[in-house]
Nanobody, 124 residues
Framework: QVQLVESGGGLVQAGGSLRLSCAAS????????MAWFRQAPGKEREFVAA????????YYADSVKGRFTISRDNAKMTIYLQANSLKPEDTAVYYC?????????????????WGQGTQVTVSS
C-alpha cells in the first residue's frame, strides 16, 4: 500500500506562486512513477505533470509548461509541484498519484494510488 497526502494549496492572486507537496508513506517511493492531476469545477480530471521513478525525466501538460515544475525527493518520500505565474484557470483541486508501472503518463488510469487532493484557488 501507498498512502499519499497533499498539502500546500490555498488562495493566491493571479501571478502568484504555490508549492504543493505530496507526502507518501508505506512502500518505497522510488518504485513508483508519480504525477500531479487536477480537477476544476465542472471539468474532468486532467493531467498536469509527471516524473519518472528516479526523477530523471519530467513531463508537463501544455497548459502549464514553463510555469510549473515537478520534482521528487525519494529519501523524504515526497514529491512537489512548484506552481508559478498562476492564472485563474489553474483553479482546481490538485491530486497526487503514484503508479508502479506507468505506460501512458498523462492517463489517470495508469496510477494506482491517489491522494485526497488540495485546493488551489487563483483570484483575478
Amino acid at each position: 500500500q501507498v498512502q499519499l497526502v497533499e498539502s500546500g494549496g490555498g488562495l493566491v492572486q493571479a501571478g502568484g506562486s504555490l508549492r504543493l507537496s505530496c507526502a507518501a508513506s508505506g512502500r518505497t517511493l522510488s518504485n513508483y512513477g508519480m504525477a500531479w492531476f487536477r480537477q476544476a469545477p465542472g471539468k474532468e480530471r486532467e493531467f498536469v505533470a509527471a516524473i519518472t521513478r528516479s526523477g530523471g525525466s519530467t513531463y508537463y501538460a501544455d497548459s502549464v509548461k514553463g510555469r510549473f515544475t515537478i520534482s521528487r525527493d525519494n529519501a523524504k518520500m515526497t514529491i512537489y509541484l512548484q506552481a508559478n505565474s498562476l492564472k485563474p484557470e489553474d483553479t482546481a483541486v490538485y491530486y497526487c498519484a503514484a503508479g508502479i508501472y506507468v505506460v501512458s503518463r498523462s492517463v489517470a488510469g495508469n496510477y494506482e494510488y491517489w491522494g485526497q487532493g488540495t485546493q488551489v484557488t487563483v483570484s483575478s
